[in-house]
């Protein structure tokens, strides 16, 4: 099946820093997720982007599905912002997603 | 998280006993998936269905587990004779369509003692 390499493991922040998580797979991509799961341990939907660039406030999502590839942008970071952020990627003939291992970002205040 | 429930949100069971996890879906999504998160790992697939249907079950261990989708009602997830390593967070998802969204659930958290 699909491989899923997030990067980097572990992140520390400062309030206001600008961050990029990274989300390399490895097959053509049918859909791609992130997810931020909060210290409570609920999933949040932040992007659904199989291909293309998106902006939600102060998150935007790149991927370039030829280069196999995805990119979360975190600005201005808060200590909200604080959990677990999720790539899931299907591919091939299926749309069930297999999840990366995550980047577990702190943001101190 | 538009409106995907679960419950219990926490259950602790013995060695043996059985565990019954509930999901009910957004209002109009007939897609709904189990998901098992282990501690400081991410999410692993288990069960895809539809309304009465299995579609696939390649994630779910083969002995002890089952999940059902009734016309009426919630989907459930059901364990037999729990084991500690049966220990883990379950995240039910919903999605309009398969090439939709799927929206996560709160998760149930399971500790067998």
């Known amino acids: 099946g699909i491989q899923v390499e997030q990067s980097p493991p572990d992140l520390i922040l400062q309030e206001g820093a600008n961050s990029t998580l990274r989300c390399n797979f490895s097959d053509s991509v049918n859909n791609l997720q992130w997810f931020h799961q909060n210290p409570w341990g609920q999933l949040i939907n932040l992007f659904y982007i199989p291909s293309g660039t998106k902006q939600n406030g102060r998150l935007s999502a790149t991927t370039v599905a030829t280069e196999r590839y995805s990119l979360l942008y975190i600005s201005s970071s808060q200590t909200t912002d604080s959990g677990v952020y999720f790539c899931a990627v299907a591919s091939g003939g299926s749309y069930i997603p297999t999840f990366g291992r995550g980047t577990s970002l702190i943001v101190h205040p | ?113």
Not at chain 2, 97 to 107: A, S, V
Request: hydrophobic share 35%.
């Open chain 2, 1 to 113: 998280n538009a409106g995907v429930m679960q419950n219990p949100r926490h259950l602790v069971r013995r060695r043996g006993q059985e565990a019954r996890l509930r999901c009910s879906p957004v209002k109009g999504h007939s897609h709904v998936y189990w998901y098992r998160q282990l501690p400081e790992e991410g999410l692993k697939f288990m069960v895809y269905l539809q309304k009465e249907n299995i579609i696939d079950e390649s994630g779910m261990p083969k002995e002890r587990f089952s999940a059902e989708f009734p016309k009426e009602g919630p989907s459930i997830l059901r364990i037999q004779q729990v084991v500690r390593g049966d220990s883990a967070a379950y995240f039910c998802a919903s999605s309009q369509d398969l090439q939709e969204t799927q929206y996560f659930g709160p998760g149930t958290r399971l500790l067998v003692l």
